[in-house]
Nanobody, 124 residues
């Protein structure tokens, strides 16, 4: 069994920054990837970014590339999402998820376990 716990959410002004954390526990993750997704109220869950634990391969949604950075700390079993230049349309619940595959993926269907999510409201 795998547990994922997100933290770091909170109210931020447009143009501001926030760093989200995803702490993983349970089985080993050496050949897994972690993804970040977000879901705004009334909308579908959408891909944000993903990273492979060991290879450092990353994948970003076009809407966040250049402003968001995903990185991992294998010693802490934690993946971070640094979000800069936040816009009001980024307001959503942010989820992390794990995929037991070496390659990052954009589809939520490819991920096996999910965290409970953390709220990120961005005020204009």
């Amino acid at each position: 069994q795998v547990q994922l716990v997100e933290s770091g959410g909170g109210l931020v002004q447009a143009g501001g920054s926030l760093r989200l954390s995803c702490a993983a526990s349970g089985r080993t993750f050496s050949r897994s990837t972690i993804g970040w997704f977000r879901q705004a109220q009334g909308k579908e869950r959408e891909f944000v970014a993903a990273i492979s634990w060991s290879g450092g391969m990353t994948l970003y949604a076009d809407s966040v590339r250049g402003r968001f950075t995903i990185c991992s700390d294998s010693a802490k079993n934690t993946v971070y999402l640094q979000m800069n230049g936040l816009k009001p349309e980024a307001t959503a619940v942010y989820f992390c998820a794990i995929r037991h595959n070496f390659y990052p993926a954009r589809s939520s269907l490819e991920y096996d376990y999910w965290g409970q999510g953390t709220q990120v409201p961005v005020s204009s």
